[in-house]
């Protein structure tokens, strides 16, 4: 079982900044990939991006985004940069222990709000 809490969310204007952090507990972080999602009221969930060893991104972050990871603080961060009120939603982190990124192989964190003002 792996526990997963998220912070760094908050109310910010566009153009601003913000890191989120994700801090796992319970088991060997350092062989989990991990990813973060975004849910906007109304609409789907999104990847945004994920980390194994090189992280990888979803189209729309367009290199305003990064994803790194300490293994020895078994935390996994997601930095924001431009943010625009297009990415408010909740952000949520998983861990991937099973064979996919279904639910049933995935940890979830409880997820941290962003709210990008214009």
């Known amino acids: 079982q792996v526990q997963l809490v998220e912070s760094g969310g908050g109310l910010v204007q566009a153009g601003g900044s913000l890191r989120l952090s994700c801090a796992a507990s319970g088991r060997t972080f350092s062989s989990l990939p991990m990813r973060w999602f975004r849910q906007a009221p109304g609409k789907e969930r999104e990847v945004v991006g994920t980390?194994?060893?090189?992280?990888y991104y979803g189209d729309f972050v367009k290199g305003r985004f990064t994803i790194s990871r300490d293994n020895a603080k078994n935390t996994v961060y997601l930095q924001m940069n431009s943010l625009k009120p297009e990415d408010t939603a909740v952000y949520y982190c998983?861990?991937?222990?099973?064979?996919?990124?279904?639910?049933?192989?995935?940890?979830w964190g409880q997820g941290t709000q962003v709210t990008v003002s214009s």
């Open positions: 980390i194994m060893w090189e992280p």
């Open positions: 998983a861990a991937r222990f099973g064979g996919s990124w279904s639910e049933r192989d995935v940890y």
